[in-house]
T-cell receptor
Framework: DAGVIQSPRHEVTEMGQEVTLRCKPI?????LFWYRQTMMRGLELLIY????????DSGMPEDRFSAKMPNASFSTLKIQPSEPRDSAVYFC??????????????FGPGTRLTVL | SQELEQSPQSLIVQEGKNLTINCTSS?????LYWYKQKYGEGLIFLMM?????EEKSHEKITAKLDEKKQQSSLHITASQPSHAGIYLC?????????????FGKGTKLSVIP
């Protein structure tokens, strides 16, 4: 399996522009997570999906952020409009429930976003 | 204040030395994950602890969970350059399982040959 795939790996944009980050989870996994990592705040959970349905988006910082999962093999995280404080590494992770409360989350390589 | 504190923030050790990284939670620990991150890469799962007193080992890495102290420790024996990276702990503080983890800021480990 190719693992969790994220694109782009690096994104540099100007303040006010729309940014779309993409994620392809591991085939067969029914949970998908979006995280943001910064030096100041560390790794934070933004939102997670189960079977393509958003379950908890309480970590999404504000209305400028939105996430979708139109099918089991694709998810997007969109920031519109982007601001310099959104600069961070964004990770996507997926997991297979398997009837257990605790499962390993498989992380993608991340997208490094820089907003000028 | 941070809900999950890792100490030390960074660590430089000579190859072959042992070291310990700690992860302390301000809330009840129901489960604790340890991940390793290399620069420019995602997180690699190391191990997960669920029960108080549980101890797991993988190669030269051992992790323990002290439920009463709300703390976990990660111990590396005879460190190697391949152990270098950022170690993150992720905690389940709600009993919701691995679906709502809170992560520490990480411990950066450097191993000098």
């Amino acid at each position: 399996d190719a693992g969790v795939i994220q694109s782009p790996r690096h994104e540099v944009t100007e303040m006010g522009q729309e940014v779309t980050l993409r994620c392809k989870p591991i085939s067969g996994h029914d949970y998908l997570f979006w995280y943001r990592q910064t030096m100041m705040r560390g790794l934070e959970l933004l939102i997670y999906f189960n079977n393509n349905v958003p379950i908890d988006d309480s970590g999404m910082p504000e209305d400028r952020f939105s996430a979708k999962m139109p099918n089991a093999s694709f998810s997007t995280l969109k920031i519109q409009p982007s601001e310099p404080r959104d600069s961070a590494v964004y990770f996507c992770a997926s997991s297979d429930y398997r009837g257990q409360l605790y499962n390993e989350q498989f992380f993608g390589p991340g997208t490094r976003l820089t907003v000028l | 204040s941070q809900e999950l504190e890792q100490s030390p923030q960074s660590l430089i050790v000579q190859e072959g030395k042992n070291l310990t990284i700690n992860c302390t939670s301000s809330k009840t620990l129901y489960g604790l994950y340890w991940y390793k991150q290399k620069y420019g890469e995602g997180l690699i799962f190391l191990m997960m602890l669920q029960k108080g007193g549980e101890e797991k080992s993988h190669e030269k890495i051992t992790a323990k969970l002290d439920e009463k102290k709300q703390q976990s420790s990660l111990h590396i024996t005879a460190s190697q350059p391949s152990h270098a990276g950022i170690y993150l702990c992720g905690a389940d503080n709600t009993g919701a399982g691995s679906y709502q983890l809170t992560f520490g800021k990480g411990t950066k480990l450097s191993v000098i040959p």
